[in-house]
């Protein structure tokens, strides 16, 4: 998916799939960085098994550079 795809999309989790053409890496890489090491990843991450799942607005939130400690001081 590109970022206005991400925007224009009516789900509101995301998979390792839909993001990462825009990070430029392989979608197994990201699950596999999302169940060893989730923080390292910039945003949140849901995992549950073998399912990785990424909220929508939170990941384009990082894609403007608002973090959570941003959204925590507002």
Same mark, same amino acid.
């Given at each position: @998916?590109?970022?206005?795809?991400?925007?224009?999309?009516?789900?509101? @989790?995301?998979?390792?799939?839909?993001?990462?053409?825009?990070?430029?890496?392989?979608?197994?890489?990201?699950?596999?960085?999302?169940?060893?090491?989730?923080?390292?990843?910039?945003?949140?991450?849901?995992?549950?098994?073998?399912?990785?799942?990424?909220?929508?607005?939170?990941?384009?939130?990082?894609?403007?550079?608002?973090?959570?400690?941003?959204?925590?001081?507002?």
């Amino acid at each position: @998916m590109t970022i206005e795809e991400i925007r224009a999309s009516t789900k509101d @989790m995301l998979t390792p799939m839909d993001i990462a053409p825009i990070l430029r890496c392989n979608a197994y890489s990201i699950s596999v960085q999302a169940r060893d090491d989730p923080l390292k990843l910039g945003f949140p991450v849901c995992v549950v098994g073998h399912r990785t799942k990424i909220p929508k607005q939170a990941f384009l939130n990082w894609l403007s550079g608002i973090t959570i400690q941003d959204n925590a001081r507002t």
